[in-house]
């Protein structure tokens, strides 16, 4: 038996993609910009912007790869004995925020690191949009006992682990505009 109820961090960054597509200028920098909002015991940042590159109507693919400078970096710090469910929900197309109805296919993707140093080489990509993991990979494998409650006389380590996001867009013959998401990064204590 658990000593902690489940705790359910959301951390909520919204997506907007500027494409700005007219006679005077041809290209726009698409940056994924992450806004983060955390109440609880996790304590989480946003250390780096998604950075998909330029693109103009018709440019096809803009991709952003595990590892690739242009990735978005989370930082998540909390209780090293506890394991954490990590959900990302991105939606499948961008939208024009006007009168068009032209969309953006869209993917994102996450994996995360979590031996105490901000390194993709050692990272682990989620699954579904999800995974479970101890905030410190433990050496010996899940703990034995449960954690020890937090008092006076004990407090538990904290530990921080990184989350990379990355994935890509399809940018067709669409309309000038800007073209937005929500993208849910959810973190729960398990």
């Known amino acids: 038996m658990k000593y902690l109820d489940l705790m359910r961090i959301p951390i909520r960054f919204i997506l907007s993609v500027f494409l700005i597509i007219g006679l005077t200028q041809k290209i726009q920098a698409q940056v994924i910009q992450f806004s983060v909002h955390v109440a609880s015991s996790l304590n989480a940042s946003k250390d780096q912007d998604m950075d998909l590159g330029t693109a103009i109507s018709g440019s096809g693919l803009s991709q952003v790869n595990l590892g690739d400078p242009g990735m978005g970096i989370f930082s998540i710090t909390g209780n090293e004995e ?8 991105a939606p499948a197309n961008l939208t024009h925020t006007g009168a068009s109805a032209d969309v953006i296919p869209f993917t994102l993707e996450f994996a995360y ?5 901000n390194d993709v080489n050692q990272a682990v990509a989620g699954t579904g949009g999800t995974a479970r993991f101890q905030m410190r990979q433990r050496d010996s494998g899940p703990a034995g006992a449960p954690p020890t409650p937090p008092s006076a006389h004990y407090t538990a380590a904290n530990e921080t682990a990184y989350i990379y996001i990355y994935g890509s867009m399809t940018v067709g013959n669409i309309d000038p505009g800007t073209y937005s998401g929500d993208v849910d990064l959810t973190i729960t204590y398990d």
């Open 82 to 89: 506890l394991d954490v469910i990590v959900t990302l929900t």
């Open 113 to 117: 690191a979590n031996r105490g140093v």
